[in-house]
């Protein structure tokens, strides 16, 4: 039709929470802002940074008006940053990458992609593990649609592969362990369900840090039984009942 114009791409929220990251934001913040879906803004979250993070942050902000800077006055945890950062995004659509994962320059173009002709709210993709010293850990993917019930087996979404529609309102962070895990069950819950949006490939990579936290499997399932019984509000025998599904995907996973 003589005259019509294409409607603009959606733009794409990134929160990236900051703290001491000088070593690996540079990476993070390129594979961000080269996304061959160039419709994105990108808030890094400085969280009382002590080295270069914050001359990082400030020169990408001059070099890219995509880039939005949100400095907090005090390091409050990771939890505290991105909430920091929902609250100064603009964008339809809100994602999340930690200052030492990155993502593959296609990522948001395949994800929104597949995520729309799903009809979907809420996506996730399949990711990457990769060591410090740059070794293949494995490739994580979830199942090919999720809902609320399946979120309380395992944690099949990837808080760096998850993408959701704002239309169907913000969550909040915790400061809980699993503060990732917790945030998508109630995201799911919003939305009912969720669809595993990639063509197969991982398009998104996660940095395995030697000694991280999330290596220590006696606390996360002491986490794991907390999200069941606080944040969930199960009653015990519902947990222990979800808990022995967690057990059983953790294992399954280590296999």
Not at 4 to 29: G, K
Not at 202 to 209: E, F, G, N, S
Request: proline letters at 4%.
């Amino acid at each position: 039709m003589s005259g019509a114009h294409a409607a603009p791409a959606p733009t794409v929220s990134v929160v990236m929470p900051v703290y001491n990251a000088a070593a690996t934001l540079p990476r993070s913040l390129r594979s961000v802002l080269s996304q061959t879906h160039a419709a994105v803004e990108l808030l890094l979250v400085d969280d009382g940074s002590t080295d270069a993070s914050s001359d990082i942050i400030a020169e990408a902000a001059a070099d890219d008006p995509r880039v939005v800077p949100v400095l907090l006055p005090r390091n409050g945890g990771v939890a505290a940053a991105r909430n920091a950062g929902i609250e100064a995004a603009t964008g339809r659509y809100m994602a999340f990458l930690d200052s030492d994962d990155w993502w593959s320059d296609r990522k948001l173009e395949v994800q929104l992609r597949e995520m729309q002709a799903a009809g979907a709210a809420v996506s996730c993709m399949c990711y990457q593990r990769v060591a410090e010293d740059g070794r293949d850990l494995g490739v994580v993917t979830p199942p090919a649609r999720l809902d609320h019930e399946a979120m309380l087996r395992s944690n099949h979404i990837g808080n760096l592969t998850g993408l959701y529609d704002r239309a169907i309102g913000d969550g909040r962070f915790r400061r809980i362990g699993h503060e990732d895990y917790a945030f998508w069950l109630d995201i799911v819950r919003r939305a009912g369900t969720a669809v595993r949006a990639d063509d197969g490939r991982p398009l998104a990579h996660y940095l395995v840090r030697r000694g991280s936290l999330s290596a220590d499997k006696l606390e996360a399932a002491r986490w794991q039984w907390r999200i069941y019984r606080e944040v969930e509000g199960l009653g015990r025998l519902a947990s222990a009942r979800w808990f022995a599904c967690y057990a059983v995907n953790a294992l399954a996973k280590r296999a």
